[in-house]
């Protein structure tokens, strides 16, 4: 059955990358690997330039009808003077509340080829492979009361509100020990626990959701020992869960362990499995429209998508291979350049992950 996959390219780079990205899934489909119906929308600072808004209403639907979405990037100083509730981000949060993706998986591997890309010794992060697991749809990002006021003294009072219930903290537990049971079996929930009752209490349900896990283990630790130790030994770490903000910021810094922030995919997972997939860089404007731009990390977003989305396991390990191909065959663009590589634009690498892409018998 035809699967069906709203792409949306959005702004600066974002339509650079996802054009290779769709190079990807229509050589899949032109082999029979997949069946998809590609459908394109408007996000980000583009749907407010055409419609006024960046999350149409259109959009919304659209990506509710979906199977999957598959997302570039938004934003740029463009769009930056615009009122907060035009700015091309709240496309962003507005498709994760409004598909309810509370599920944030961030990988951090290093590919051996890119070993010297990172700022960290080499022994201290080769064969890193970390899953971060983010929760997306609450925490201080969410929470009410919020805003700025102006007290009677005429002094500015700035609010936000770290705020969780139960239900929220055991479903995201329940993905990260489902994603451990697959991987090393470890899981380390990040919080605050000494400072935040609300963190407190997710220490709590984590606990409780482990127990139902036997085989999982489970270490809590403070964030910010957490933010400490993935810079001092990484590879402790199998899977990482954590609130919102917490992961926001941890998952950042565990891209960059990685070297490039062009070479990392995510997923945002709903209750139903729908997903949406994008890269964790953004629009990088100071390089859209030059073709220099890595489409690596959404090629790799599309792998993540065939896994989670669209049950396809064996194809999705197919895109990876191809990936670590082309890095094998000494293929970079210039965010990844070392000596001795050759040097090569968006299209060109994008090209370069379709002819790796090995060929198949009949339907993966
Ligand atoms: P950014 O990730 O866009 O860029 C940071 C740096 O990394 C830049 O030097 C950029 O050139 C480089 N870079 C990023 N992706 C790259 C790629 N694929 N290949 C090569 N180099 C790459 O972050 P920023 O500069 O802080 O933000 C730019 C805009 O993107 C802002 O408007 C911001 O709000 C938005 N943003 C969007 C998302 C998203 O859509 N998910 C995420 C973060 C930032």
């Known amino acids: 059955m035809s699967k069906e996959i709203l792409v949306l390219a959005g702004d600066g780079i974002g339509p650079e990358i996802l054009a290779e990205a769709v190079k990807v899934l229509e050589a899949l489909q032109a082999e029979g690997a997949v069946t998809l119906t590609l459908r394109e929308g408007l996000v980000g600072g583009a749907a407010y330039d055409a419609l006024g808004d960046p999350l149409p209403e259109e959009t919304l639907t659209a990506a509710k009808a979906a199977d999957a979405v598959l997302l570039g990037a938004v934003g740029g100083p463009k769009w930056e003077p615009l009122h907060i509730s035009k700015r091309p981000e709240k496309g962003l949060l507005g498709l994760r509340a409004g598909l309810g993706l509370f599920a944030n998986l961030r990988p951090a591997i290093l590919y051996p080829q890119l070993a010297d890309a990172s700022t960290l010794k080499p022994e201290v992060v080769s064969g890193l492979d970390i899953m971060i697991v983010r929760e997306l749809t609450g925490g201080i990002y969410f929470g009410q009361p919020r805003g700025v006021e102006t007290l009677p003294s005429g002094e500015r009072r700035g609010v936000n509100t770290l705020v969780y219930t139960e239900s929220e903290v055991e479903r995201i537990c329940r993905v990260a020990c489902d994603i451990a049971m697959k991987r090393g079996k470890r899981v380390c929930s990040v919080d605050k626990a000494n400072v935040l009752e609300c963190t407190e209490m997710w220490r709590e349900v984590a606990t409780r959701v482990a127990t139902q896990y036997p085989e999982i283990t489970l270490s809590h630790m403070y964030v910010d020992n957490a933010a400490m130790q993935l810079v001092r030994a990484p590879k402790q770490f199998d899977v990482l869960v954590t609130t919102n903000m917490f992961g926001d910021i941890l998952s950042d810094c565990a891209a960059m362990l990685t070297g490039s922030i062009g070479m990392l995919p995510s997923a945002s997972l709903n209750a139903a499995g729908q997903g949406m997939y994008e890269p964790i860089h953004g629009s990088a404007p100071d390089i859209a429209g030059k073709g ?35 890095l094998e065959q000494g293929l970079r663009t210039a965010d990844i350049m070392s000596p001795g590589m050759r040097q090569v634009g968006t299209a060109e690498m994008g090209d370069a992950v379709v002819a790796a892409l090995a060929p198949v018998q009949g339907r993966a």
């Open 292 to 326: 220099a731009a890595n489409p690596l990390a959404t090629i790799l977003s599309v792998a993540m998508m065939l896994r989670y989305s669209l049950d396809a396991p064996a194809v999705a390990e197919r895109v990876e291979a191809a990936v670590s191909r082309v």
